[in-house]
Protein backbone atom coordinates (compact mmCIF):
# COMPACT_ATOMS: atom_id res chain seq x y z
CA UNK A 1 0.00 0.00 0.00
CA UNK A 2 2.84 2.49 0.33
CA UNK A 3 4.22 2.11 -2.64
CA UNK A 4 1.02 2.87 -4.32
CA UNK A 5 0.52 5.98 -1.81
CA UNK A 6 3.61 7.70 -2.62
CA UNK A 7 3.39 8.17 -6.90
CA UNK A 8 -0.28 9.34 -6.53
CA UNK A 9 1.26 12.33 -4.17
CA UNK A 10 4.07 13.03 -6.37
CA UNK A 11 1.72 13.07 -9.06
CA UNK A 12 -0.72 15.47 -7.42
CA UNK A 13 2.53 17.64 -6.08
CA UNK A 14 3.55 18.14 -9.85
CA UNK A 15 0.20 18.88 -11.16
CA UNK A 16 -0.19 21.50 -8.34
CA UNK A 17 3.18 22.86 -9.36
CA UNK A 18 2.58 22.87 -13.20
CA UNK A 19 -0.57 24.72 -12.51
CA UNK A 20 1.57 27.34 -9.99
CA UNK A 21 4.01 27.29 -12.29
CA UNK A 22 1.67 28.31 -15.46
CA UNK A 23 -0.13 30.61 -13.48
CA UNK A 24 3.09 32.82 -12.30
CA UNK A 25 4.27 32.54 -16.34
CA UNK A 26 0.68 33.74 -17.34
CA UNK A 27 1.46 36.84 -14.50
CA UNK A 28 4.43 37.55 -16.26
CA UNK A 29 3.59 37.78 -19.54
CA UNK A 30 0.57 39.65 -18.72
CA UNK A 31 2.90 42.56 -16.73
CA UNK A 32 5.22 42.72 -19.52
CA UNK A 33 2.47 43.48 -22.20
CA UNK A 34 0.09 46.12 -20.60
CA UNK A 35 -3.09 46.33 -20.94
CA UNK A 36 -4.69 44.83 -23.97
CA UNK A 37 -4.18 46.49 -27.28
CA UNK A 38 -7.11 49.30 -27.75
CA UNK A 39 -8.09 49.20 -24.51
CA UNK A 40 -9.40 51.92 -22.17
CA UNK A 41 -6.78 51.35 -20.15
CA UNK A 42 -3.96 50.87 -22.72
CA UNK A 43 -5.82 54.14 -24.65
CA UNK A 44 -5.90 56.43 -20.80
CA UNK A 45 -1.58 55.19 -20.97
CA UNK A 46 -0.84 57.07 -24.40
CA UNK A 47 -2.86 59.79 -23.43
CA UNK A 48 -0.88 60.14 -20.14
CA UNK A 49 1.95 59.89 -21.94
CA UNK A 50 0.67 63.12 -24.72
CA UNK A 51 -0.82 65.07 -21.54
CA UNK A 52 2.50 65.04 -19.89
CA UNK A 53 3.72 66.26 -23.00
CA UNK A 54 1.86 68.81 -24.15
CA UNK A 55 -1.09 69.82 -21.70
CA UNK A 56 0.47 70.05 -18.49
CA UNK A 57 2.45 72.72 -18.77
CA UNK A 58 -0.66 74.70 -18.86
CA UNK A 59 -3.00 72.86 -16.99
CA UNK A 60 -1.12 71.38 -14.20
CA UNK A 61 -1.82 67.85 -12.40
CA UNK A 62 -2.69 67.66 -8.69
CA UNK A 63 0.15 68.34 -7.07
CA UNK A 64 2.22 69.59 -10.27
CA UNK A 65 1.93 73.45 -10.77
CA UNK A 66 1.58 74.69 -14.08
CA UNK A 67 4.35 76.10 -15.37
CA UNK A 68 2.91 78.69 -18.47
CA UNK A 69 1.33 81.49 -15.99
CA UNK A 70 0.78 84.48 -18.36
CA UNK A 71 -2.52 83.29 -20.22
CA UNK A 72 -5.56 85.58 -20.55
CA UNK A 73 -7.83 82.83 -19.19
CA UNK A 74 -6.35 80.48 -16.35
CA UNK A 75 -6.36 76.70 -17.96
CA UNK A 76 -8.80 74.64 -15.57
CA UNK A 77 -7.97 71.90 -13.50
CA UNK A 78 -8.75 68.97 -15.89
CA UNK A 79 -9.45 66.53 -12.73
CA UNK A 80 -12.60 68.71 -12.39
CA UNK A 81 -14.11 68.15 -15.47
CA UNK A 82 -16.96 66.39 -13.92
CA UNK A 83 -17.48 68.71 -10.98
CA UNK A 84 -17.32 71.55 -13.21
CA UNK A 85 -20.89 69.85 -14.33
CA UNK A 86 -22.72 68.26 -11.79
CA UNK A 87 -26.04 67.44 -13.72
CA UNK A 88 -23.99 65.54 -16.23
CA UNK A 89 -24.72 61.22 -15.46
CA UNK A 90 -21.15 60.43 -17.50
CA UNK A 91 -18.59 61.90 -18.88
CA UNK A 92 -18.97 64.18 -21.81
CA UNK A 93 -16.85 62.39 -24.40
CA UNK A 94 -18.49 64.53 -27.60
CA UNK A 95 -18.08 67.51 -25.82
CA UNK A 96 -14.53 67.04 -24.50
CA UNK A 97 -12.94 65.86 -27.70
CA UNK A 98 -14.68 68.92 -29.34
CA UNK A 99 -13.27 71.59 -27.20
CA UNK A 100 -9.90 69.63 -27.54
CA UNK A 101 -9.94 69.82 -31.17
CA UNK A 102 -11.37 73.29 -30.70
CA UNK A 103 -11.91 73.86 -34.59
CA UNK A 104 -15.65 73.53 -34.24
CA UNK A 105 -15.55 75.92 -31.35
CA UNK A 106 -13.49 78.75 -32.90
CA UNK A 107 -15.55 79.00 -35.84
CA UNK A 108 -18.41 79.31 -33.61
CA UNK A 109 -17.26 81.32 -30.47
CA UNK A 110 -13.88 83.02 -32.18
CA UNK A 111 -10.56 82.80 -30.46
CA UNK A 112 -9.15 81.11 -27.68
CA UNK A 113 -6.93 80.50 -24.86
CA UNK A 114 -5.84 77.01 -25.44
CA UNK A 115 -4.52 75.87 -28.89
CA UNK A 116 -6.61 74.61 -31.81
CA UNK A 117 -5.10 70.58 -31.53
CA UNK A 118 -7.07 69.86 -34.31
CA UNK A 119 -5.36 72.58 -36.42
CA UNK A 120 -1.89 71.33 -34.49
CA UNK A 121 -2.66 67.68 -35.24
CA UNK A 122 -2.94 68.71 -38.88
CA UNK A 123 -0.14 70.78 -39.27
CA UNK A 124 2.07 67.84 -37.32
CA UNK A 125 0.87 65.90 -40.44
CA UNK A 126 -1.62 63.50 -38.61
CA UNK A 127 -4.89 62.22 -40.58
CA UNK A 128 -8.21 62.38 -39.97
CA UNK A 129 -8.23 58.82 -38.32
CA UNK A 130 -5.03 59.38 -36.17
CA UNK A 131 -6.62 62.68 -35.21
CA UNK A 132 -9.45 61.19 -33.48
CA UNK A 133 -6.83 58.29 -32.08
CA UNK A 134 -5.32 60.52 -30.36
CA UNK A 135 -8.42 62.77 -29.34
CA UNK A 136 -9.37 59.47 -27.92
CA UNK A 137 -6.19 58.84 -26.14
CA UNK A 138 -6.80 62.44 -24.35
CA UNK A 139 -10.61 61.66 -23.40
CA UNK A 140 -9.95 58.49 -22.07
CA UNK A 141 -7.07 59.54 -19.90
CA UNK A 142 -9.00 62.39 -18.65
CA UNK A 143 -11.94 60.19 -17.95
CA UNK A 144 -9.54 57.95 -15.90
CA UNK A 145 -7.93 60.88 -13.62
CA UNK A 146 -11.99 62.66 -12.49
CA UNK A 147 -11.95 63.44 -8.59
CA UNK A 148 -15.11 61.59 -8.34
CA UNK A 149 -15.42 62.76 -4.59
CA UNK A 150 -17.39 66.14 -5.14
C1 LIG B 1 -1.40 77.19 -23.70
C2 LIG B 1 -2.07 76.61 -22.54
C3 LIG B 1 -2.86 75.34 -22.71
C4 LIG B 1 -2.42 74.13 -23.16
C5 LIG B 1 -1.01 73.76 -23.61
C6 LIG B 1 -3.54 73.22 -23.08
N1 LIG B 1 -4.64 73.86 -22.61
FE1 LIG B 1 -6.49 73.06 -22.31
N2 LIG B 1 -7.22 74.87 -21.76
C7 LIG B 1 -6.46 76.02 -21.65
C8 LIG B 1 -7.35 77.14 -21.29
C9 LIG B 1 -6.91 78.56 -21.05
C10 LIG B 1 -8.65 76.60 -21.19
C11 LIG B 1 -9.95 77.37 -20.87
C12 LIG B 1 -10.68 77.63 -22.19
C13 LIG B 1 -9.96 78.65 -23.05
O1 LIG B 1 -9.81 79.80 -22.65
O2 LIG B 1 -9.47 78.27 -24.14
C14 LIG B 1 -8.51 75.15 -21.47
C15 LIG B 1 -9.59 74.27 -21.44
C16 LIG B 1 -9.48 72.92 -21.62
C17 LIG B 1 -10.57 71.96 -21.47
C18 LIG B 1 -11.99 72.26 -21.06
C19 LIG B 1 -12.22 71.86 -19.61
C20 LIG B 1 -13.67 71.98 -19.19
O3 LIG B 1 -13.99 71.49 -18.09
O4 LIG B 1 -14.47 72.53 -19.95
C21 LIG B 1 -10.07 70.74 -21.78
C22 LIG B 1 -10.82 69.43 -21.78
C23 LIG B 1 -8.68 70.92 -22.10
N3 LIG B 1 -8.35 72.26 -21.98
C24 LIG B 1 -7.84 69.90 -22.48
C25 LIG B 1 -6.51 70.09 -22.87
C26 LIG B 1 -5.68 69.04 -23.40
C27 LIG B 1 -6.12 67.60 -23.57
C28 LIG B 1 -4.48 69.59 -23.68
C29 LIG B 1 -3.27 68.93 -24.31
C30 LIG B 1 -3.47 68.26 -25.57
C31 LIG B 1 -4.54 70.99 -23.32
N4 LIG B 1 -5.79 71.25 -22.83
C32 LIG B 1 -3.48 71.88 -23.43
C33 LIG B 1 -5.10 76.15 -21.86
C34 LIG B 1 -4.27 75.16 -22.36
Known amino acids: MKTNKTPLRNDWVYGAFLLALSL?????SACNQGPPPNSRQAQALAGKAIFENQCISCHGLNEVEPTVDTLSTPAPDLTRIMARRPKAKEFPIVEIARIIDGRREVKAHGPRTMPVWGEVYTQEGLDKS??????????????SIQDWDY
Not at 24 to 28: A, G, S, V
Not at 133 to 140: D, F, M
Request: charged share 20%; proline share 0%; net charge neutral.
Open 24 to 28: FLQTI
Open 130 to 143: EILGRKGELVAYLM
